[in-house]
């Protein structure tokens, strides 16, 4: 279930409060093919407002689908780049990008592995998190993603919060407010669920 | 207007038709968009948030093997071992074609991100001094090559203006580095080769 709630960083605080908050929205049910052709890294994105989920061979053309467009083309080597003066952003506005795009904000990208390596998720959702002490945007993570989650990178303003079980059940790890390349052993291949707060 | 609601408004260009009924405006196109180097600048210069999120673990590669030293040519009836004296700068190459280790906003984001993440430092330019020996047979030419380890990292900059910026509140510039890999040993090759005429010409009366 994917769902937006505002759910007090507090484990005294009970699920129904943040449905009650939430005005939830229950996105279809996704499956995600995280292993690519040869072993390669899968790099997945989410939109939690439409439960949509794509997955891309690179991480780049992974944010760039998140972002919605408002990232430039990576270079296909910084040394090309180096060597090419005219190299310019194509920085597509939303409004250029048609209905074919997510367009929410990333608020989080995880991996399967230490050091932000191996098949990677990339949360995207309607705003940036409020830091208002409230979990903001809740996620219960597809069987293919369950107990794989080794590092975290939050974005957009949001802290990660890690639950080993659905609906953000269970024991608790975090706030992760930096980019984070080994979440520790508590919750290392463990989560289920993840809160944006 | 609720705090959500105004960040609906406020993020108006990073919205679309779903939640349109709540912006002032569509958003238009950019028809002059920033360059990378435009919004790197503005990295804590001008905005809230410059963060950096690598995309995967440092990755490493092996430079060009080049030549360092001078070329030892032996004109004598005997093999010489040469003494080659050698000195080498690896240096960066990254996406923007600028020096990280000048004291840009996004450089210093950047070194920190590697500091933080990968526990080791982030090198500019490494230089490598050493002298290495060549056997050098009777009319050949002896030199040496040295080939650097090098890493490279990709990753993204997280940007959020406090007013518009080209018509966004956030933006995400890609970015790689490439520059020598701290503590790695380079390989130093030795080579002959017999002299051309020219050479036997030049360098042996």
Request: charged share 20%; with cysteine; hydrophobic share 30%.
């Amino acid at each position: 279930m994917i769902s937006r709630s505002r759910y007090r960083t507090s484990r005294a605080v009970t699920l129904a409060a943040s449905v009650v908050l939430a005005g939830a929205v229950t996105a279809p049910a996704v499956q995600a093919a995280p292993k690519g052709e040869g072993g390669q890294p899968r790099h997945c994105t989410l939109d939690l407002a439409t439960g949509a989920e794509r997955c891309y061979a690179s991480f780049t053309e992974a944010v760039e689908h998140a972002s919605g467009g408002r990232i430039d083309d990576a270079p296909a080597s910084a040394r090309a780049a180096a060597h090419d003066s005219g190299f310019r952003a194509e920085a597509r506005s939303l409004a250029a990008d048609g209905g074919s795009q997510a367009d929410g904000v990333i608020q989080g990208t995880f991996f399967d592995d230490p050091g932000f390596g191996g098949d990677s998720l990339t949360v995207t959702g309607e705003g940036l998190c409020e830091k208002d002490g409230w979990v903001d945007y809740q996620y219960d993570l597809e069987d293919a993603w369950k107990n794989r989650i080794s590092s975290v990178q939050p974005w957009g303003d949001c802290w990660i919060w890690l639950y080993p079980e659905p609906n953000l059940g269970g024991d608790r790890d975090g706030p992760f407010k930096e980019n984070t390349s080994d979440i520790g052993s508590l919750m290392n291949d463990r989560t289920q669920s993840i809160g944006f707060s | 207007m609720n705090q959500r609601l105004r960040w609906s408004v406020l993020l108006a260009a990073l919205v679309t038709a779903s939640s349109a009924a709540l912006t002032p405006g569509v958003a238009q196109a950019d028809d002059d968009p920033p360059t990378s180097r435009e919004l790197l600048d503005k990295c804590d210069n001008g905005t809230d948030v410059c963060v950096f999120h690598p995309d995967g673990p440092p990755r490493d590669s092996m430079g060009e093997a080049h030549q360092v030293g001078d070329s030892a040519y032996n004109c004598t009836q005997d093999t010489q071992r040469s003494t080659v004296g050698w000195s080498d700068t690896t240096g960066e190459s990254n996406s923007l074609g600028v020096s990280l280790s000048a004291e840009y906003g996004f450089s210093e984001v950047f070194k920190v991100s590697i500091e933080t993440n990968y526990q080791h430092t982030w090198e500019s330019s490494h230089t490598e001094t050493d002298q290495t020996n060549v056997d050098v047979r009777p009319g050949e030419v002896g030199w040496v090559t040295r080939e650097a380890q090098l890493q490279t990292v990709s990753g993204k900059y997280e940007l959020h203006f406090p007013d518009k910026f080209h018509g966004h509140y956030i933006w995400y510039v890609p970015f790689e580095a490439t520059g020598p890999k701290p503590d790695a040993p380079s390989t130093k090759t030795q080579h002959t080769r017999a002299m051309t005429e020219d050479e036997k010409a030049q360098h042996c009366g």
